[in-house]
């Protein structure tokens, strides 16, 4: 057998398995881990680059989504010695149920919609989650600080391009465009100072709930019964609910231009289940209109070791979309009188 990525060796795989008191003769390789046949069912056997803490929160909240009805996600299995976690020469692993299904790609209007529903039942199970302890995981409160920091980092990386000497392609392109970015930044936290924050994280601190944080396609699987489920809850917070529908909003909003008639339809749909008061709509709002692929992508070109493989293609790509973002934003905020 050999091991997936972050899954090193067949020993390290024999020895967390054995702390689930499982067989590795009943493990095999696939994305993302191991799978193990065991005799209630296959499980997935992951590699976790997040906290014990993170992984204990995680834990909690998915136990809490089942023992609320919601069954579209797959559980966390405690080890022998009742953790949710085994650690094994410094790193994290957790096992989870399998789930049998394909990554749900949405890529046509009623698929986002699915994705939308699936987000909004699960946001509903998870109202009156508290977890056990107080923790570092809280992020309800943070938002200013994050698109501060990002914004900061934007504002970085233009310092650094204006004392290249010989400026690539690339540092042209970015130099030439990157003002319009940091200004959209600005107006983002903008909207966020417009919005009653500080009653919007009391009120979410009062009735509880769970952020998935990364609530996209890579992270739902959609079985051949159309249902459509819900993983990899290693990474979750305390946070507001707009944050997980923003991160949806914005990661599948490129792929259709923008189209601001889908996004009425899909918030439409989205509050027959979870209420939008008004100063949700401008947190919303603010997210949308935060720059996040060009802070992404400066970010890894000028501040990380190694830069984004095809950062010309996909700053291109950022620049050709600016226009329709800006429309769609003018849209939103005359539409929903922000």
């Known amino acids: 057998m050999t091991s997936e990525k972050g899954l090193k060796s067949e020993e390290t795989i024999r020895r967390v398995l054995a702390e689930y008191d499982l067989s590795p003769d009943k493990a095999r390789p696939v994305r993302g881990g191991c799978q193990v046949d065991t005799i209630e069912g296959k499980r997935l056997l992951k590699r976790s680059w997040r906290t014990q803490e993170a992984l204990d929160l995680a834990y909690e909240a998915t136990d809490y989504l089942m023992s609320q009805g919601f069954k579209h996600i797959a559980p966390i299995r405690l080890s022998k010695y009742g953790d949710p976690w085994v650690k094994e020469n410094g790193q ?65 990386c ?5 004392g290249i000497e010989e400026p690539s392609e690339f540092d042209s392109l970015f130099l030439t465009e990157v003002d319009g970015f940091i200004e959209r930044g600005k107006t983002s936290i903008q909207m ?78 989205y509050t027959e289940s979870i209420p939008l008061k008004k100063d949700d709509l401008r947190l919303l709002a603010a ?38 973002h800006q429309e769609f934003m003018r849209q939103c905020i005359r539409h929903y009188r922000l």
Request: with cysteine; net charge negative; charged share 30%.
């Open 158 to 162: 233009r310092e650094l391009v204006e």
């Open 92 to 156: 994290l692993y957790y096992l989870t149920d399998w789930i049998t299904g394909k990554e749900f790609i949405m890529d046509r209007p009623a698929k986002l919609k699915e994705g939308i529903q699936a987000l909004a039942r699960m946001q509903s199970a998870a109202i009156g989650f508290v977890p056990s302890s107080d923790h570092s995981r809280e992020r309800r409160e943070t938002w200013g600080e994050r698109f501060q920091g990002k914004l900061a980092e934007l504002e970085r």
């Open 192 to 269: 966020l100072e417009q919005a009653d924050y500080k009653t919007l994280v009391e009120e979410a601190r009062q009735e509880g709930g769970i952020c998935h944080r990364d609530f996209v396609g890579t992270n739902l699987i959609r079985n051949r019964r159309r249902e459509v489920f819900i993983v990899n809850f290693d990474n979750c917070h305390l946070d507001l609910k707009v944050f997980d529908l923003g991160r949806l909003l914005a990661w599948a909003l490129p792929g259709f231009g923008w189209d601001f008639d889908l996004v009425v339809s899909l918030l439409a749909e």
């Open 287 to 324: 997210y949308l209109c935060f720059p996040q692929r060009m802070w992404f992508l400066s970010r890894r070109h000028y501040l990380e070791p190694v830069p984004e493989p095809g950062a010309m293609d996909m700053i291109q790509e950022v620049l050709v979309e600016q226009p329709v």
